[in-house]
């Protein structure tokens, strides 16, 4: 009898969705040997190569593509399994299930919330971390709706499962510690940054992309995964970094200045699963999230930091 684990299947897919067995063994919070350990007793009990394993990382095999859809399913019925036992537990409280990306945790989420906050009969969970990992729990059901940011230029997520709905589209600027040089500009240009020690993303981020297309002639002086990280960063003087306006908020100490010569732009989206029933209140919270997003990018469109005014970061 072949028996199949649910932690070897969703291992399975954070590998795929990741491309590398590193950044799937951080995702899933294990090593990359429990996690290795994991796919190969897996492939064994099938019988089959589920993944192409090579130096430039793991993809899906033509069988492991065949069988994503049911691994898939696999892990979201293991998802409202679980649910279902909880809610029972706990005397019928509805769980809301959130996988967001931290730009929108301070921007958006507080206020749509906020109505679910005293309701006794509604539990909200929610799931920070990077796009790839928010994208990974809505498709694998571990989510009931999910926030991420994109880069249109890479023409949005690549999975047809998901329903992007773009909610707030902002320019790419600078985020620099408040008595740098350059904040005392309104406006700034690629060719002020000539020089700059710059905090940036690793490879495999969007913003990485954008500044790897952008070109800026900066020293990397460090490299983050996170928006928190690369602020914190700034904000102790250790370089300037690129950051989209949506990140902006009111919590760290940090200016954010727009590029003048630069016309990239970075999308803050709201991604669910398709024909999917789901509960009035997620559909609720769906309704706000959508009004919350039109109202933040009307202001982001109609307004500017003036030179002497200090926009802090929150992500």
Do not use: K, Y
């Amino acid at each position: 009898m072949v028996v199949v684990r649910t932690e070897q299947v969703r291992a399975v897919l954070a590998i795929a969705e990741a491309s590398s067995f590193r950044a799937a063994a951080l995702r899933l919070g294990m090593s990359q040997s429990a996690l290795s350990g994991a796919v190969a007793r897996l492939e064994r009990e099938l019988g089959v190569q589920l993944l192409i394993r090579s130096r430039e990382g793991a993809r899906l095999s033509a069988v492991g593509e065949a069988a994503v859809r049911q691994m898939r399913a696999i892990c979201a019925a293991d998802d409202d399994l679980r649910a279902t036992v909880r809610a029972a537990a706990d005397g019928a409280t509805e769980v809301v299930r959130i996988a967001t990306v931290t730009a929108a945790v301070n921007t958006l989420l507080p206020e749509c919330l906020s109505a679910f906050v005293d309701d006794p009969a509604v539990e909200v969970q929610m799931r920070i971390g990077g796009s790839g990992d928010v994208i990974d729990d809505v498709v694998c059901r571990r989510a009931d709706l999910g926030l991420i940011t994109c880069d249109p230029a890479d023409g949005g997520p690549s999975t047809a499962d998901l329903h992007v709905q773009p909610l707030i589209s902002a320019g790419v600027g600078v985020v620099m510690s408040a008595g740098h040089r350059l904040a005392e500009s309104a406006t700034l240009t690629l060719a002020d940054l000539a020089g700059e020690r710059a905090v940036a993303f690793r490879a495999g981020f969007m913003m990485e992309r954008i500044a790897t297309r952008l070109a800026a002639d900066v020293r990397v002086v460090s490299e983050v995964e996170s928006t928190p990280d690369a602020v914190r960063l700034v904000a102790a003087g250790v370089g300037v970094c690129l950051l989209p306006e949506f990140s902006v908020g009111d919590q760290d100490p940090v200016v954010w200045r727009p590029l003048g010569d630069v016309a990239d732009r970075a999308t803050l989206a709201l991604i669910t699963l398709p024909h999917v029933d789901t509960s009035d209140r997620v559909r609720d919270l769906e309704s706000r999230i959508r009004r919350s997003g039109r109202r933040l990018d009307r202001r982001l469109d109609h307004s500017a930091p003036s030179a002497n005014t200090t926009v802090r970061v929150a992500v």
